[in-house]
């Protein structure tokens, strides 16, 4: 897949995908470039590369796929939803699954792709445009997915986003009730909000932690047997109805918790209180600041101050040079502190 993700236009990059539909690993990835980098030999020139094939129909395929993981017997009737999608890969078919599911109105946007303006002030990561839209038209909420389409991030009827890990624990605690959980669990990454921990115990659950990314995710419910999973950022893995996250289909899932409740989104989407949480990034030059003794020992201090009240993670970006400073605790004025004394003790050794 050439995509931009969640990102600009000009950040367009390749997605590559295994045979089983899942992601490849990194490992994978990067003996592939490790390839490529030492020895083009035996590649195919650029004349004898493949054949392509075209499926005309592959829209309505894939709109069916995702109306059959919807309850059967269950509509969207007497439901006003907006869809934001990014000007990205579901601009066309996620209002079509909302309408040909019964919903009364469907309100689409970023709907307009021109090649350059995915995500362009839209779509999940950029979600005021849904939030004012579901407000301004009385809207029951909003859903905004990325450009791939893969992320989902929601609005209820007031405006108010809401993340993944809420949408997490409504799914979470929706199948457990009906026996639909392969675990008594899901999987989160460290991003994840303490609160969504802690909710999750009460319900006699496990919150199963991996590294940031929804591939690592996917990885250990694979390994471990789980069936849901996903990140705070909208990733949502559900692996009854598809191999990898689909914004669509996790949207569909949150919508028929809704309606089997018969409560507003406003009360569903907010089952538990999230943690203060602070994030902020240092930039640096060269060598990681992070392997240096000073910062772990400062790290390990941070973490043991907070107790069981917070905690602490410190981790270097994937894509930059950059080390991000996360800090979360019942008390905002400890996690702000906390969290500003690492940052100014990283920059000082980056400088």
């Known amino acids: ?15 590559f995908f295994g045979p089983d539909g899942r992601k490849l690993s990194d490992e994978a990835e990067m003996a592939i470039e490790a390839y490529l ?3 083009t030999r035996g590649l195919a020139a650029a004349e004898d590369l493949g054949r392509v094939k075209r499926y005309e129909d592959m829209q309505a395929r894939y709109i069916e796929k995702v109306k059959a993981s919807f309850p059967r017997r ?3 009737e007497g ?32 709907v307009n792709p021109d090649g350059f303006n995915i995500n362009e002030n839209c779509g999940s990561t950029h979600t005021d445009l849904m939030s004012k839209t579901v407000v301004e038209s009385g809207a029951d909420l909003g859903i905004a997915l990325d450009g791939d389409a893969d992320r ?5 009827e007031k405006g108010r986003v809401i993340d993944g890990d809420q949408l997490l ?49 996917a990885a250990r419910m694979r390994a471990d047997g789980y069936n849901v999973g996903g990140e705070q950022s909208g990733h949502i893995l559900m692996t009854d109805f598809t191999p990898t996250g689909d914004g669509t289909v996790a949207a569909v899932q949150v919508l028929a918790e809704l309606i089997r409740a018969q409560r507003p989104a406003s009360e569903m989407l907010n089952l538990f209180e999230p943690v203060p949480q602070l994030l902020k990034n240092v930039r640096y030059a060269g060598e990681s600041p992070l392997e240096m003794r000073e910062v772990q020992d400062a790290i390990k201090d941070a973490d043991a101050a907070f107790g069981n ?43």
């Open 74 to 76: 269950m509509r969207l």
């Open 309 to 351: 009240s917070g905690r602490v993670l410190v981790r270097a970006s994937g894509t930059e040079p950059l080390i991000r400073v996360m800090a979360e605790g019942d008390d905002p004025a400890k996690v702000e502190k906390i969290t500003d004394d690492l940052v100014s003790l990283i920059a000082k050794i980056a400088a």
């Open 152 to 156: 989902l991030i929601m609005c209820d």
């Open 37 to 39: 980098e030492e020895d």
């Open 169 to 217: 624990a409504l799914i979470a605690t929706g199948w457990h009730e009906k026996r639909l959980l392969a675990k008594p669990g899901i999987v989160a990454t460290v991003m994840s909000n303490l609160g969504l921990e802690r909710y999750m115990h009460d319900q006699k659950l496990e919150l199963i932690r991996t590294a940031v990314g929804d591939r690592h995710v």
């Open 79 to 110: 439901l006003k939803i907006v869809i934001d999608c990014a000007n990205g890969a579901g601009y066309r078919t996620a209002p079509d699954v909302l309408w040909e599911l019964g919903a009364d109105e469907v309100i689409p946007i970023g």
């Open 1 to 15: 897949m050439i995509t931009a993700s969640h990102n600009k236009s000009q950040d367009n990059g390749i997605k």
